[in-house]
């Protein structure tokens, strides 16, 4: 089914496409950019982008951007992952964004919204080693102290925290009666006295981080929002997180699927291509429908979230996310085994896409936290 876009959204779409032809279509090229795919973020690149306009998307026309909303985001998002884009940290950074756009005071907002308009990255910390899915069970604490907070703990998973301007922390400030009270944000500068930044190596290169929080002070100016309160802060930002990775998920998974077509339209066993074959052209058929169907999922949510901003998706949201994610491994699942030997092999960068589409559905809220939360939808 034909996209209906506007004539601007059309535009923006094939711009993207263009510039990532041009700038990433290539292995030769991307392996430049990413050092061999150890590196899924070029800032050269990225920079490249905000001089376009691009990456302030979403940022208000106010602080330098173009102050447009759900819908054009994902189309970006959805089209740079399809164009196998370098630019990993642009999604934690509009996430951090948004949360200082809502709570911030205005220094911050300066500070951190016009420097998205510049090709500046932004980190966001949750995660702890005893406190993934269960947010509410962190312990990294930050005391009161004369004019601010002393941070100490440990975080984890924290993606592009090494190549980032500031850190969005989540700690503890005080035990509530209940274990989401007491949780406040800070804007931490990444290159902050008392934290230390150390890689994790995955299977996806060098993205995600432990942070290492020893007597790290902060004034008081850097506490985002109103202390105590991150848990309904955090909660506020749920339609974003899960579209962005929706989206992104969307494009990956198109972009497996597409490579998957090329290779078996060409690849002859038999004296026929391989897709003429029942048992691949019905697999191709069912993963196409599919595709259809998350592009409609999150195009209708993108939607709804812009006629209502202020309101939490919480369903619909994290159907998105379940849906791509989920599809977009399967895609990628299928289109290695389509490939037979070829698809494990880097030359031809299907096992690239199926290292990036496994972890999707880990990151951001679980698969299986999104069907709890569906669940809890229906009352169940």
């Given at each position: 089914m034909p996209r209906v876009l506007t004539?601007?959204?059309?535009?923006?779409?094939?711009?993207?496409?263009?510039?990532?032809?041009?700038?990433?279509?290539?292995?030769?090229?991307?392996?430049?950019?990413?050092?061999?795919?150890?590196e899924p973020h070029n800032q050269k690149l990225y920079e490249k982008?905000?001089?376009?306009?691009?990456?302030?998307?979403?940022?208000?026309?106010?602080?330098?951007?173009?102050?447009?909303?759900?819908t054009d985001l994902c189309l970006?998002?959805?089209?740079?992952?399809?164009?196998?884009?370098?630019?990993?940290?642009?999604?934690?950074?509009?996430?951090?964004?948004?949360?200082y756009e809502k709570f911030g005071t205005e220094s911050?907002?300066?500070?951190?919204?016009?420097?998205?308009?510049?090709?500046?990255v932004e980190a966001?910390?949750?995660?702890?080693?005893?406190?993934?899915?269960?947010?509410?069970?962190?312990?990294?604490?930050?005391?009161?102290?004369?004019?601010?907070?002393?941070?100490?703990?440990?975080?984890?998973?924290c993606s592009n925290a090494h190549f980032?301007?500031?850190?969005?922390?989540?700690?503890r400030t005080s035990q509530g009666e209940s274990k989401h009270q007491g949780l406040t944000q800070f804007m931490v500068p990444a290159d902050a006295a008392g934290l230390r930044i150390r890689g994790i190596d995955t299977m996806g290169g060098r993205e995600v981080n432990d942070l290492y929080f020893t007597d790290c002070f902060v004034p008081d100016s850097a506490v985002v929002g109103t202390p105590g309160r991150a848990w309904p802060q955090l909660m506020a930002g749920l339609n974003l997180e899960r579209m962005?990775?929706?989206?992104?998920?969307?494009?990956?998974?198109?972009?497996?699927?597409?490579?998957?077509?090329?290779?078996?339209r060409q690849r002859e066993q038999f004296g026929r291509p391989v897709g003429?074959?029942?048992?691949?052209?019905?697999?191709?058929?069912?993963?196409?429908?599919?595709?259809?169907?998350?592009?409609?999922?999150?195009?209708?949510?993108?939607?709804?979230?812009?006629?209502?901003?202020?309101?939490?998706?919480?369903?619909?949201?994290?159907?998105?996310?379940?849906?791509?994610?989920?599809?977009?491994?399967?895609?990628?699942?299928?289109?290695?085994?389509m490939m037979g030997g070829y698809g494990y092999a880097t030359e031809y960068g299907m096992e690239a896409l199926l290292r990036s589409t496994v972890v999707s559905t880990v990151y951001g809220g679980t698969s299986e936290i999104q069907r709890d939360i569906i669940g809890k939808t229906y009352g169940l």
């Open positions: 004539d601007e959204r059309r535009d923006l779409v094939k711009a993207i496409g263009t510039f990532c032809r041009r700038e990433c279509g290539t292995k030769e090229q991307r392996d430049k950019l990413t050092a061999g795919g150890q982008m905000a001089g376009l306009g691009w990456l302030d998307i979403v940022v208000p026309e106010q602080y330098g951007g173009a102050g447009r909303g759900m970006f998002l959805e089209e740079t992952a399809y164009g196998l884009a370098p630019i990993s940290g642009f999604g934690t950074t509009v996430i951090a964004a948004a949360a911050q907002k300066r500070v951190v919204l016009e420097g998205v308009a510049k090709g500046r966001i910390s949750m995660s702890e080693p005893g406190a993934g899915s269960d947010v509410g069970a962190l312990t990294c604490r930050a005391e009161r102290t004369d004019g601010g907070y002393l941070i100490n703990g440990q975080k984890t998973w980032a301007d500031h850190i969005l922390l989540i700690a962005i990775l929706a989206a992104l998920m969307l494009g990956t998974a198109r972009r497996a699927f597409d490579d998957t077509v090329a290779y078996v003429s074959f029942q048992a691949l052209k019905h697999r191709i058929a069912d993963m196409a429908t599919e595709l259809e169907c998350a592009r409609l999922l999150v195009d209708d949510v993108a939607a709804a979230i812009d006629a209502e901003p202020g309101r939490v998706f919480a369903r619909e949201a994290s159907m998105a996310k379940l849906k791509c994610t989920e599809l977009a491994k399967h895609v990628a699942l299928e289109g290695m085994q």
